[in-house]
């Protein structure tokens, strides 16, 4: 058991704010521990209770970590909430007791596949962030003329935006004659905005389809449907930290 944690630092955990913006979040909102008004990011413990716009928490200092996984389905938006044309991702995830979901890494609109979330910000920041060296497997449909030379310079490597990227790996999944659609299957150590599709396109080749298959360690289950969510076991959440050397 802790025995205390700077408020920031909880609040962040709880996904209510995150670091760099912790202490605006402090000033900016009515925030009381045990019945006092906070305006520095001062030490709590166990039990204190904090009251946060109205609500009331808590202090567990000590929760067990939590992750779930997500099938995202085309058309839902990593937001925390839906906007008029599409559903968040967080519409069919279960209700929590005590803080947010934090989302661990994201995918565009047009994307699906697995999205993974914890209950813990720390965590979540960790396995999010490009240093993690964590690898994503994608399978994508690509449409145009295909060669081995346009492979070959995506796993060498081709400048996006000034920035080097590159593929891993590329396996191309058996293709159907005469067809300008090919399926691969692809991995990265990076998760940059829409930068599966960037790669592509650097060899003017278009991606129409394209679905995360797995996060590190944890794949999606060929089982759960888009829309569903699964609770990730224990075993698979202490084989994740142990791989990627986090928290």
């Not at 909430?81 to 947010?100: I, Y």
């Not at 994307?111 to 396995?127: A, E, I, P």
Request: aromatic share 8%; proline share 2%.
């Amino acid at each position: 058991m802790l025995k205390d944690q700077k408020i920031s630092k909880y609040l962040s955990n709880l996904g209510f704010t995150n670091r760099r913006a912790s202490k605006n979040y402090i000033s900016e909102n009515k925030i009381f521990v045990n019945s006092k008004l906070v305006k520095s990011d001062i030490a709590i413990k166990d039990n204190d209770i904090i009251e946060i716009n109205g609500s009331e928490h808590i202090a567990d200092l000590s929760a067990p970590l939590e992750v779930i996984m997500y099938h995202k389905p085309l058309g839902q938006i990593c937001s925390n909430a839906s906007s008029e044309k599409n559903d968040s991702v967080f519409k069919n995830l279960p209700t929590r007791k005590k803080g947010k979901w934090i989302m661990i890494g994201r995918l565009d609109v047009n994307t699906s596949g697995l999205l993974l979330f914890s209950n813990n910000g720390d965590f979540s920041n960790m396995l999010s962030h490009p240093s993690s060296g964590i690898d994503r497997e994608y399978l994508c449909r690509v449409y145009g003329d295909i060669s081995n030379e346009k492979i070959s310079k995506l796993l060498k490597g081709v400048k996006i935006n000034g920035l080097e990227s590159n593929f891993s790996d590329i396996v191309e999944v058996k293709k159907k004659r005469l067809s300008k659609n090919h399926w691969f299957y692809v991995c990265l150590f990076s998760g940059k905005n829409r930068e599966v599709r960037k790669l592509w396109a650097t060899q003017e080749l278009t991606v129409n389809r394209l679905i995360r298959l797995r996060y590190g360690s944890i794949e999606l289950p060929k089982t759960l449907k888009p829309g569903e969510w699964k609770k990730v076991n224990n075993r698979d959440i202490q084989n994740l930290k142990k791989i990627y050397k986090v928290i």
